[in-house]
Nanobody, 121 residues
């Protein structure tokens, strides 16, 4: 079955960096788009970045443009999210998702368990 396993979360100070990873299994990696989403306390889940794994076309939320970069290693079936210049408002549980449309959380069919990112001021 489809599995998405995230890692790389942690606690950092504002201005710091983290790289999240998501290893996908159970399907042909380049078949579907993938994305990173986040959900902060008391907030709805929001799209952060997504990629069409076949073409490499990417999309970003305005709040993270210029700070976050989504990338992939097809040979490892792995999706990454490089997060730089982190801000306290980036604090959230971050999820990897597969088979959906751009940054629409409700359109994605498969989800990982999430990895926590905490940014202190």
């Amino acid at each position: 079955q489809v599995q998405l396993v995230e890692s790389g979360g942690g606690s950092v100070q504002a201005g710091g960096s983290l790289r999240l990873s998501c290893v996908a299994s159970g399907y042909t990696y380049s078949s579907w788009s993938m994305g990173w989403f986040r959900q902060g306390p008391g907030k709805e889940r929001e799209g952060v970045a997504s990629i069409y794994t076949g073409s490499g076309v990417t999309y970003y939320a305005d709040s993270v443009k210029g700070r976050f970069t989504i990338s992939q290693d097809k040979s490892k079936n792995t999706l990454y999210l490089q997060m730089n210049s982190l801000k306290p408002e980036d604090t959230a549980m971050y999820y990897c998702a597969a088979r959906g449309v751009r940054l629409s959380a409700s359109s994605y069919d498969y989800w990982g368990q999430g990895t926590q990112v905490t940014v202190s001021s």
